[in-house]
Each structure stands twice: as structure tokens, then as C-alpha cells.
């Protein structure tokens, strides 16, 4: 036996999007709320901020340095562990341009601005940039692997 309960909801919504303080909003009643402190700007968005920062710049540099010095050894021997390596290092530069910079812009705007479309894309890429990398990684795996398995 189930009982149906009515309850009213005033369904008017106080367009969010134009208020100046995102801290503060009315309430019909008057009363004003504020945020959780993860939705407001705090310093815990500035440690991401740097913390992101630093790591994207280790990241580029590093990253940068392998891939050209695989492209210069690909060329005098080519190996597959060279070219398995060639490919993930470009995975993890797909990683440090693509979600390291939206992480910062995320954290320092504490809200998504860029429309629901260009959320869709960046999402997209960031998911995709970590499972390149991990998937890479398990190629490399699997082929060192097989190579010992067949010198057995």
C-alpha cells in the first residue's frame, strides 16, 4: 500500500547566471545563504592553481625533451619500444595541454564559462588524454612481456 503525499513547491527560480556575487543569493524569504566553501574561490583553489601550473611546466619541458630526442634516435635504429615510447610521451603532452590548463582555468574561475558544448569536448579530451596514457603504458607492458616470454 503506498501513500501519495502533496506537498507545493513555489516554482519560481531566481535566474543565478547575471548576480554579481556568486557568494550571496536571496531566498524568497529574504535571508541570504551563502555557497559551499569548494564553490567560492578559496586557497585551496590557489594551491591547485599552482601546484597545476608547476606540474604543466615539468610536464611540457620533460615531455618535450624525450619526444624530440626519440624522433633523433628514431631515425639512426628504429625499435618498437622507441616508438612505444615516442607514443606515450605524446599522450602524456595530450594530458599536459589539454587537461592541465583546464584544470587551472576550472579552478581559478571556480565555474565552467567556455557553454555546454565546449564542456562536452574538454571532457571528452581530458578522459581520453588519461586513458591514452594508461593504455600505452599497458601496450609497452604486454610487448616487454612477450619479447621475454619468447627468448624463454
Not at 597545476?52 to 626519440?70: E, G, K, P, R
Request: glycine share 4%.
Amino acid at each position: 500500500m503506498t501513500k501519495l503525499i502533496h506537498v507545493d513547491i513555489d516554482e519560481t527560480v531566481q535566474d543565478h547566471r547575471n548576480l554579481l556575487d556568486w557568494s550571496k543569493t536571496n531566498e524568497t524569504g529574504g535571508a541570504q545563504h551563502h555557497l559551499p566553501i569548494n564553490m567560492r574561490f578559496n586557497d585551496g583553489h590557489r594551491l591547485s592553481i599552482t601546484v597545476y601550473s608547476v606540474l604543466m611546466v615539468f610536464s611540457a619541458v620533460a615531455n618535450i625533451t624525450v619526444l624530440v630526442l626519440l624522433v633523433k634516435r628514431r631515425k639512426k635504429s628504429p625499435s618498437r619500444i622507441n616508438m612505444m615510447l615516442m607514443h606515450l610521451s605524446i599522450a602524456d603532452l595530450l594530458v599536459t595541454f589539454l587537461m592541465m590548463p583546464l584544470e587551472i582555468a576550472w579552478a581559478s574561475t571556480v565555474q565552467w564559462k567556455a557553454g555546454d558544448a565546449m564542456c562536452r569536448i574538454m571532457m571528452f579530451f581530458r578522459t581520453f588524454g588519461l586513458y591514452l596514457s594508461s593504455f600505452v603504458l599497458i601496450c609497452i607492458s604486454v610487448d616487454r612481456q612477450v619479447l621475454d616470454y619468447s627468448y624463454s
